[in-house]
């Protein structure tokens, strides 16, 4: 079942059943749902529908399964001695027959045929004034799709639609288990984050923890090795890329300190941009930067994107060795559940009610409409106060700090009252607060004063 990329679905069905040359860029990490979007949107598709998906492999192989795909769908009974010469007998076929050709993980083909992306430019320039053929190149490594319309790319300027999909938020991921309550959705994207493979492999008939045990705490579960297999498809190139990984995974987020920790591992200097940049790319960490402090670098730090990856990190890769011996649910009695309840979804709440209010706000729920939403960053050297508020948004009339309670008990006066004092003893800017609260509000807070917004409105 399809679920959710409704706006790319229609921007992409649109591209198919209009009368106009097409080419597409489409790109995302691996298990995100290319794929099925693209099978989804060719259902609409009225004409002949080529689709290869490129091998990590030698050349020769890939003319071979390309040969094969074509054979399959134009019922040639000949072979193309070369891509080049396959792509250019698709592109003038399509001159008096409507067709759409997909080739997928591009970048497998492109490693071992760098000359594919000028014939790709050369045969557009040909042919987009004389056919209405839809053409759409995918793959997985984001950072070399991205370069395909980069100004320096012999391909630039010849896509006439770039889609670049990302993991879903808290909602759409919840409708892979539109069953659960509003508090086990909370835990299932806390662990399993927004990737659409990772989700469809959950089990909704069964209860939430039994799912994270069975997919992500048994040794050798699906998630364990699709987690090892994703990070080794990037450290069998650069190995430090694991060692980044792991000091965010150990709570080592400002740049410098990720630089002398690479330096301690390695023995000498390390500079770890290149590393960076390569994991956020990935979307497994994301930089972070105070939207009241953007121009200041030493306010930047870095944090895991992916839950399911910082999941895997915080408890299950730092103590193989318990897991490897212990149950799964002895495992997560003794090693993930009071951290889990005491600090990991507490923290995550912070996360997901920033994905809610960017919801609201796209909603029109939200006055004045939110202008920008991050963190906020607050020094005051004087009084030796230092503070860091998850989630603060800014507005035309200027700054509103949300503090998110995941607790079981209804917030009152007291800790509003606290959060109030702190802000004022501290001169902070902030012109309003908002509370977010897990399980709502006692009847005495005054809701005039200060935005409220409770679980159970995440999901409506």
Known sequence: MFIGRQKELNELTEKLGNNRFE???LYGRRRIGKTELIKEAAKTFDGTYIYYECKRSLLGDNIEGFNAALRRSLKINFTFQTIKD??????????????????????????TLPVIVSDIRDLIDEYKSQTDMKFILSGSYVDVMKSLNDGGSETYGRFTSIIALKAFDYYDASMFYPNYSDEDKILMYSVFGGVAFFNSLIDSSKPA????????????SI???EIEYTIAAETSKIPAVNSVVELIGRGVTKYTDLVNGLTTKNGSK??????IKKLIDLEIIEKVVPINEKGNKKKIFYRFHDNLME?????????????SVLSADNFYSEVIAADLREQYLPTKFEGISKEFLIRANKANRISPLIYEIGTYSFDDARNKINRQFDVVTL????????ECKYTDKPVGNAVINEEVYQCASSNLSFYRLG????????????????????LSEFYL
């Open 23 to 25: 080419s597409v860029l």
């Open 270 to 275: 390390v500079n770890p941009d290149y590393l």
């Open 311 to 323: 999941f895997y990190y915080r408890y299950i890769y730092r103590n193989k060795n318990m897991n």
């Open 223 to 225: 998630l364990q090795l």
């Open 209 to 220: 923890l039994d799912n994270i045990k069975r997919l992500l705490i048994e040794p050798y």
């Open 395 to 402: 507005d035309k009339i200027g700054y509103i700090s949300y």
């Open 435 to 454: 509370f977010i609260s897990k399980s709502g509000f006692t009847d005495d807070v005054d809701r005039s004063k200060y935005n409220l917004f409770e």
């Open 86 to 111: 396959a792509l250019a007998y698709v592109f003038e076929y399509a001159k008096n027959n409507r067709v759409l050709l997909v080739i997928d993980e591009f970048p497998f083909l492109w490693e």
